[in-house]
């Protein structure tokens, strides 16, 4: 019965339209009405109606330029068929004219019924200013019609279609923005520009902050789903959109045709570095997944997440060097990803016998093993607290890298890469001051000087992707993590954006084993790749079998602080430094 109404009322539109746009034209061209012209045209008029891209059952509330254009054509195709029964019995000024006629009433019919029935009915209490006129921007002036925002301007950086408008709404470029903006605050800027890279949205925010009480971005087209308003998935700037680096050489055609087909094994797969390389071996279409983590919470968690590749949960300590045995030989992995570690610092000086117990024997035992059964390439996540280190997890790290260093060629290619901190990985700094600001405590900072190197964590893994790809043993990759961040001005941004006034800043000292800048190189030394994203650091030669009666003797001395510097001579233990 809704299709027949529906049709119904789309043929009445063109019985009446037709017959009031031939009369006025047989008025203005001085001829008498001809009845039959009329039945003919709207005979040919709807059976196009019905036939071409169903206009009948075109949803007018729903109208978009598309559905203008779709009409135009519909009716052009009428005229083109109706043309040759009267070319010989009337003008082809006359049929013209009133086609022009009627293809103007029909879209201006559609046009006034789509804004009346859209026309928003709530009071515009607040403005909005969309940066960005594509698509996306586009889309936000029909969904803002039905909020309290007014939309006052679009901001483009395309010269081509500044100072034009769109809707009525006029296009500017930033700093005409900025002159429109000496006596007003806007409320809220939209970043309308899914297909950016994230390094504008940083620009943008620190250019145009000043001028709006709040800034809300577009997910990535990745990130967007389909079918759902456009408003409903604006997200708030986070910290992390602002401190993330988005390298450009990144070759994931390289990564593709190193994950692609394999089976890879991630220890520590349910941790923020190990979980985030289970994702990225998913997307890169690894054969299996072989998940080993000592954690029951974080291995279920992850083993539920990746549901497009074959999985295998192990839970299973890197320490116990027979269950490793055990799983190498059921499973034969073709790539082993070592993310296993303990990594916070200030418990690792609390617990530094399990730190070196997990963090070295743990990696030698995955090293040893994976060299045992041949497996074609194995990456160890370090860390640049393994540069210089001042702690014992620092040093545990850079044992571990002259064993994976020093343990090379034996059938295996053995690679570590080394990088900094991943926002918002468990543990660090960020989700802490998240915590506390939704708690509306004072935000802790060790030291009004202290820095660290930031960087994605999906950008981190798939660089250790892309280094595990062009490695080709003995290497010690580290990542460009950019300039460093000092955490008080992190801080600061974190808090201006909360929009709580009432947090302040605390100095608490300096933990024990904590440095107050972190490095990535060592020397000149190091070497570069193909990528200006990573670099080689320069080898440290140590005899393994030498390295292996040191690490027994770790194991078994009283004083392991003296012992470690004997094995990382560099090593400038830092104790409580409050």
Same mark, same amino acid.
């Given at each position: 019965?809704?299709?027949?109404?529906?049709?119904? !009322?789309?043929?009445?539109?063109?019985? !009446? !339209?037709?017959?009031?746009?031939?009369?006025?034209?047989?008025?203005?061209?001085? =001829?008498?009405?001809?009845?039959?012209?009329?039945?003919?045209?709207?005979? %040919?008029?709807?059976?196009?109606?019905?036939? %071409?891209?169903?206009?009948?059952?075109?949803?007018?509330?729903?109208?978009?330029?598309?559905?203008?254009?779709?009409?135009?054509?519909?009716?052009?195709?009428?005229?083109?068929?109706?043309?040759?029964?009267?070319?010989?019995?009337?003008?082809?000024?006359?049929?013209?004219?009133?086609?022009?006629?009627?293809? &103007?009433?029909?879209?201006?019919?559609?046009?006034?019924?789509?804004?009346?029935?859209? @026309?928003?009915?709530?009071?515009?209490? =607040?403005?909005?200013?969309?940066?960005?006129?594509?698509?996306?921007?586009?889309?936000?002036?029909?969904?803002?019609?039905?909020?309290?925002?007014?939309?006052?301007?679009?901001?483009?950086?395309?010269?081509?279609?500044?100072?034009?408008?769109?809707?009525?709404?006029?296009?500017?470029?930033?700093?005409?923005?900025?002159?429109?903006?000496?006596?007003?605050?806007?409320?809220?800027?939209?970043?309308?520009?899914?297909?950016?890279?994230?390094?504008?949205?940083?620009?943008?925010?620190?250019? $145009?902050?000043?001028?709006?009480?709040?800034? @809300?971005?577009?997910?990535?087209?990745?990130?967007?789903?389909?079918?759902?308003?456009?408003?409903?998935?604006?997200?708030?700037?986070?910290?992390?959109?602002? $401190?993330?680096?988005?390298?450009?050489?990144?070759? #994931?055609?390289?990564?593709?045709?190193?994950?692609?087909?394999?089976?890879?094994?991630?220890? *520590?797969?349910?941790?923020?570095?190990?979980?985030? %390389?289970?994702?990225?071996?998913?997307?890169?279409?690894?054969?299996?997944?072989?998940?080993?983590?000592?954690?029951? &919470?974080?291995?279920?968690?992850?083993?539920?997440?990746?549901?497009?590749?074959?999985?295998?949960?192990?839970?299973?300590?890197?320490?116990?060097?027979?269950?490793?045995?055990?799983?190498?030989?059921?499973?034969?992995?073709?790539?082993?990803?070592?993310?296993?570690?303990?990594?916070?610092?200030?418990?690792?000086?609390?617990?530094?016998?399990?730190?070196?117990?997990?963090?070295?024997?743990?990696? @030698?035992?995955?090293?040893?093993?994976? %060299?045992?059964?041949?497996?074609?390439? &194995?990456?160890?996540?370090?860390?640049?607290?393994?540069?210089?280190?001042?702690?014992?997890?620092?040093?545990?790290?850079?044992?571990?890298?002259?064993?994976?260093?020093?343990?090379?060629?034996? *059938?295996?290619?053995?690679?570590?890469?080394?990088?900094?901190?991943?926002?918002?990985?468990? *543990?660090?700094?960020?989700?802490?001051?998240?915590?506390?600001?939704?708690?509306?405590?004072?935000?802790?900072?060790?030291?009004?000087?202290?820095?660290?190197?930031?960087? !994605?964590?999906?950008?981190?893994?798939?660089?250790?992707?892309?280094?595990?790809?062009?490695?080709? *043993?003995?290497?010690?990759?580290?990542?460009?993590?950019?300039?460093?961040? #000092?955490?008080?001005?992190?801080?600061? #941004?974190?808090?201006?954006?909360?929009?709580?006034?009432?947090?302040?800043?605390?100095?608490?000292?300096?933990?024990?084993?904590? =440095?107050?800048?972190?490095?990535?190189?060592?020397?000149?030394?190091?070497?570069?790749?193909?990528?200006?994203?990573?670099?080689?650091?320069?080898?440290?030669?140590?005899?393994?079998? =030498?390295?292996?009666?040191?690490?027994?003797?770790?194991?078994?001395?009283?004083?392991?602080? @003296?012992?470690?510097?004997?094995?990382?001579?560099?090593?400038?233990?830092?104790?409580?430094?409050?």
């Amino acid at each position: 019965m809704y299709f027949f109404d529906k049709r119904l !009322l789309n043929f009445l539109v063109i019985i !009446l !339209l037709t017959i009031m746009t031939i009369w006025w034209t047989f008025f203005i061209f001085h =001829k008498e009405f001809d009845f039959y012209l009329v039945m003919v045209i709207i005979f %040919i008029r709807m059976i196009a109606s019905f036939l %071409i891209y169903n206009d009948y059952s075109l949803s007018w509330s729903k109208a978009s330029p598309k559905t203008f254009l779709l009409k135009s054509v519909v009716y052009v195709s009428a005229f083109f068929t109706y043309v040759p029964i009267f070319y010989t019995y009337i003008e082809i000024s006359f049929l013209v004219s009133e086609l022009f006629l009627y293809m &103007f009433s029909i879209n201006s019919m559609v046009y006034l019924y789509y804004y009346f029935v859209n @026309k928003s009915r709530v009071e515009k209490t =607040k403005s909005v200013v969309i940066y960005g006129a594509g698509k996306a921007g586009l889309k936000l002036i029909s969904e803002f019609s039905d909020s309290p925002y007014k939309v006052e301007f679009f901001i483009d950086d395309n010269q081509v279609v500044q100072n034009r408008s769109i809707d009525s709404i006029e296009v500017l470029s930033v700093d005409k923005l900025k002159s429109n903006s000496k006596d007003k605050k806007f409320d809220l800027l939209v970043i309308a520009m899914p297909s950016t890279n994230k390094s504008k949205i940083k620009e943008i925010y620190n250019e $145009l902050s000043l001028y709006f009480s709040e800034i @809300k971005i577009l997910p990535t087209v990745d990130e967007l789903y389909e079918g759902e308003e456009f408003t409903a998935q604006l997200k708030e700037v986070s910290v992390e959109d602002l $401190l993330a680096r988005y390298p450009q050489d990144l070759d #994931k055609s390289k990564i593709a045709s190193f994950i692609k087909g394999k089976t890879v094994l991630v220890t *520590g797969a349910g941790g923020s570095i190990g979980s985030e %390389i289970c994702r990225q071996c998913e997307k890169y279409e690894a054969n299996k997944l072989i998940l080993l983590d000592n954690s029951e &919470f974080n291995l279920y968690a992850v083993h539920e997440e990746i549901q497009m590749i074959e999985t295998i949960p192990i839970m299973q300590n890197v320490v116990n060097k027979d269950f490793l045995d055990d799983t190498f030989a059921n499973y034969k992995p073709d790539i082993v990803i070592h993310a296993a570690a303990y990594k916070h610092v200030p418990l690792v000086e609390s617990n530094i016998y399990e730190g070196i117990l997990n963090n070295v024997i743990g990696t @030698k035992n995955v090293i040893d093993t994976a %060299i045992k059964y041949n497996v074609e390439k &194995f990456i160890m996540i370090s860390t640049d607290k393994a540069v210089r280190p001042t702690s014992v997890m620092g040093t545990t790290k850079r044992i571990c890298e002259l064993y994976s260093q020093n343990s090379n060629g034996k *059938g295996t290619d053995i690679v570590a890469v080394r990088f900094g901190n991943v926002l918002g990985s468990s *543990g660090s700094v960020i989700p802490k001051f998240k915590t506390q600001i939704q708690n509306n405590q004072n935000i802790t900072v060790t030291h009004p000087d202290i820095t660290r190197y930031f960087m !994605l964590v999906s950008e981190a893994c798939e660089l250790v992707l892309q280094a595990g790809a062009i490695g080709t *043993g003995g290497e010690i990759f580290i990542l460009d993590m950019g300039e460093p961040v #000092k955490i008080v001005d992190l801080a600061e #941004k974190m808090i201006e954006l909360s929009g709580k006034e009432n947090i302040e800043i605390e100095f608490s000292g300096l933990r024990p084993g904590e =440095k107050l800048y972190e490095e990535l190189l060592i020397d000149d030394s190091d070497a570069k790749t193909d990528y200006e994203s990573i670099t080689v650091a320069a080898p440290t030669p140590y005899d393994i079998d =030498k390295l292996n009666l040191d690490i027994e003797a770790l194991l078994k001395s009283e004083n392991k602080i @003296k012992y470690l510097k004997k094995i990382v001579p560099e090593f400038n233990h830092q104790k409580n430094l409050k």
